[in-house]
């Protein structure tokens, strides 16, 4: 059974730091791209980045661009999400999410992802 659990979630103020983790199990790991999508109450789930199964290539949405760091250990079957300068509008759900493939075509359509965590609250306040 597929498990991805997001931590690291929280209140935070404007300017601030925070890191996510996804914890993965029941899968291969390092044959899965990995990405990190939020949603906003009333908006549509977004893909925030998304990294390649070796780490080589990453994808940034161009509204955290420069903030957001994406990384993941392959031997630890783990994928971060370093935040920082974080701002009101980045206040969300963010969920965890794996795609069972080696390409990184489509990594920011939500439906190309086979399994998703429950996700972790993440909110901004000034």
């Known amino acids: 059974q597929v498990q991805l659990v997001e931590s690291g979630g929280g209140l935070v103020q404007a300017g601030g730091s925070l890191r996510l983790s996804c914890a993965a199990s029941?899968?291969?790991?390092?044959?899965?791209?990995m990405g990190w999508f939020r949603q906003a109450p009333g908006k549509e789930r977004e893909c925030v980045a998304s990294?390649?199964?070796?780490?080589?290539?990453?994808y940034y949405a161009d509204s955290v661009t420069g903030r957001f760091t994406i990384s993941r250990d392959n031997a630890k079957k783990m994928m971060y999400l370093q935040m920082n300068s974080l701002k009101l509008e980045d206040t969300a759900i963010y969920y965890c999410?794996?795609?069972?493939?080696?390409?990184?075509?489509?990594?920011?359509?939500?439906?190309?992802?086979?399994?998703w965590g429950q996700g972790t609250q993440v909110t901004v306040s000034s």
């Open positions: 029941g899968l291969t790991f390092r044959t899965n791209v």
């Open positions: 990294i390649s199964w070796s780490g080589g290539a990453t």
């Open positions: 999410a794996a795609r069972p493939s080696a390409s990184m075509l489509g990594v920011t359509t939500a439906g190309n992802y086979a399994y």
